[in-house]
């Protein structure tokens, strides 16, 4: 279809495609350990989903809640190695424990979000409000903190779901203010990764609009925009994951965006700030 939103690729998809499938022999996970924070539901689950289909060798969900958990392990199939913490993400000492049971790992999804009522800042609940800069920001920040020293020294990835509207003006978002920059900031640690850790290929990933427990507590409804399946972004992150991928280093980038288009811009988008977060408009002269 048509890209309904600014696109840097002419096509614009909303469910999986073959460039993305995690059946393709380029993109297997074969032998990798992979992490996935928030895989209790949405796209987290979906994406262990995939992850399974790539032919990860372990499989590592965390989240809040057992019961969860275990409906996403029960999707997954015996071969692949299925390890359960039901943990908050916002919490060091929880985090450290696992990352010492688990011990080197190869690819880390955060999916885990929060998303407060909708409100204006004017009258929103603090705890509410805050509470999307606890999980989104300082549970990516210690996702990252605490698993990087049994990263994979060779060729480590961590990729965070974010949204991709954190561009948009807040008159089109109205009562966003704690999801749009909590993740925003969230993006930026992303960066900053990606900056600090040559070893680590790092990006944040706007999923798309998936019908999730995060999407209907933003207000969005099914009916007013173009949806797309979960399996779009749950493939992408697979894809993201691969060699092929390697150019969108410390990039945000789209599920929706088609990958065999962004690999022709490869050189485009590396030679400059591309795809990254910053001031519209600046720098307003070549830095």
Request: charge should be positive; charged fraction near 15%.
């Given at each position: 279809m048509q890209p309904p939103f600014p696109s840097p690729t002419s096509t614009w998809h909303n469910d999986s495609y073959s460039s993305i499938?995690?059946?393709?022999?380029?993109?297997?996970?074969?032998?990798?350990?992979?992490?996935?924070?928030?895989?209790?539901?949405?796209?987290?689950?979906?994406?262990?989903?995939?992850?399974?289909?790539?032919?990860?060798?372990?499989?590592?969900?965390?989240?809040?809640?057992?019961?969860?958990?275990?409906?996403?392990?029960?999707?997954?199939?015996?071969?692949?190695?299925?390890?359960?913490?039901?943990?908050?993400?916002?919490?060091?000492?929880?985090?450290?424990?696992?990352?010492?049971?688990?011990?080197?790992?190869?690819?880390?999804?955060?999916?885990?979000?929060?998303?407060?009522?909708?409100?204006?800042?004017?009258?929103?609940?603090?705890?509410?409000?805050?509470?999307?800069?606890?999980?989104?920001?300082?549970?990516?920040?210690?996702?990252?903190?605490?698993?990087?020293?049994?990263?994979?020294?060779?060729?480590?990835?961590?990729?965070?779901?974010?949204?991709?509207?954190?561009?948009?003006?807040?008159?089109?978002?109205?009562?966003?203010?704690?999801?749009?920059?909590?993740?925003?900031a969230q993006t930026k640690l992303i960066e900053f990764l990606a900056s600090e850790q040559p070893s680590i290929f790092a990006a944040t990933v706007h999923p798309g609009l998936v019908e999730t427990e995060i999407f209907a507590r933003g207000g969005g409804t099914t009916d007013a925009l173009p949806m797309d399946k979960v399996q779009l972004p749950a493939h992408f992150l697979v894809w993201m994951s691969s060699q092929e991928a390697k150019f969108l280093n410390g990039r945000s980038v789209w599920a929706n965006w088609d990958v065999e288009e962004l690999k022709t811009k490869a050189a485009t988008i590396q030679s400059g700030m591309l795809m990254t977060s910053g001031i519209v408009g600046w720098p307003y002269s070549p830095l």
């Open positions: 499938s995690p059946k393709r022999l380029e993109l297997s996970a074969e032998g990798k350990i992979v992490i996935i924070a928030g895989a209790g539901s949405g796209i987290g689950r979906e994406t262990a989903v995939a992850f399974a289909s790539a032919n990860a060798s372990q499989i590592v969900l965390l989240g809040r809640t057992k019961a969860y958990l275990e409906a996403t392990a029960s999707l997954l199939p015996k071969t692949v190695t299925t390890s359960i913490f039901a943990v908050d993400i916002t919490q060091e000492k929880s985090l450290e424990q696992v990352a010492s049971s688990v011990g080197t790992w190869d690819i880390l999804i955060i999916a885990s979000a929060y998303q407060p009522t909708p409100k204006p800042l004017a009258s929103a609940d603090i705890g509410d409000w805050w509470q999307a800069f606890e999980t989104n920001t300082k549970g990516g920040f210690l996702g990252i903190k605490v698993f990087l020293p049994t990263a994979n020294k060779s060729h480590a990835t961590v990729l965070a779901l974010t949204t991709g509207i954190t561009g948009l003006p807040p008159s089109m978002l109205p009562g966003l203010s704690a999801y749009m920059a909590s993740k925003l």
